[in-house]
Antibody, heavy 123, light 107 residues
Framework: EVQLVESGGGLVQPGRSLRLSCTAS????????MSWVRQAPGKGLEWVGF??????????EYAASVKGRFTISRDDSKSIAYLQMNSLKTEDTAVYYC??????????????WGQGTLVTVSS | EIVMTQSPATLSVSPGERATLSCRAS??????LAWYQQKPGQAPRLLIY???TRATGIPARFSGSGSGTEFTLTISSLQSEDFAVYYC?????????FGQGTRLEIK
């Protein structure tokens, strides 16, 4: 069974940092691009960032709202994707979902999704 | 940035009836459009990709159509488990963008 499990969420003060992890199982992690999507309380889905597989250079893309503050990385040997979040703002408060891009290079739909981890940025 | 606009914001339909949800893109996204279902307290679930291809395990009552800027998700005969929020997502251009969602509620 393909599974994604996020961890690392919690309460953090504005301006501080937090690192989320996404542990994958049930598939060859290194073959797939991964992405992070967030959802503020009571709001819709907002794409955060994307990391390609090493076959496509392992390069990244980010939403403008997080570019320069957030960094996505991957450790294929451990089947883990990371979201490093720096200079956190109150508006970053959300459930953060990890998800897989199951298609090829241009296939940026997402399936499956993890259960999400809540990040609360507050003083 | 491509803006995705979903309509209506809320749709009230009786079980057994057909539901039609719309998604419009601010510029062409070709067929690079996906639909997701999200129930309260749960992660989104992929329904449709490539505008019209059902994801694995998705019932045939779900169908997607459209290309360019106009897309439709149709649920042919609503079951109780279909009442949820539905999102469209374009992946033709960076940044990837989602619609604001359509809440499908029981009439």
């Amino acid at each position: 069974e393909v599974q994604l499990v996020e961890s690392g969420g919690g309460l953090v003060q504005p301006g501080r940092s937090l690192r989320l992890s996404c542990t994958a199982s049930g598939f060859t992690f290194g073959d797939y691009a991964m992405s992070w999507v967030r959802q503020a309380p009571g709001k819709g889905l907002e794409w955060v960032g994307f990391i390609r597989s090493k076959a496509y250079g392992g390069t990244t893309e980010y939403a403008a709202s997080v570019k320069g503050r957030f960094t996505i990385s991957r450790d294929d040997s451990k089947s883990i994707a990371y979201l490093q979040m720096n200079s956190l703002k109150t508006e970053d408060t959300a459930v953060y979902y990890c998800t897989r891009a199951p298609g090829g290079y241009n296939s940026r739909w997402f399936d499956p999704w993890g259960q999400g981890t809540l990040v609360t940025v507050s003083s | 940035e491509i803006v995705m606009t979903q309509s209506p914001a809320t749709l009230s339909v009786s079980p057994g009836e057909r539901a039609t949800l719309s998604c419009r893109a601010s510029q062409s996204v070709s067929s690079n459009l996906a639909w997701y279902q999200q129930k309260p307290g749960q992660a989104p679930r992929l329904l449709i990709y490539g505008a019209s291809t059902r994801a694995t395990g998705i019932p045939a009552r779900f169908s997607g159509s459209g290309s360019g800027t106009e897309f439709t998700l149709t649920i042919s005969s609503l079951q109780s488990e279909d009442f949820a929020v539905y999102y469209c997502q374009q992946y033709n251009n960076w940044p990837i963008t989602f619609g604001q969602g359509t809440r499908l509620e029981i009439k």
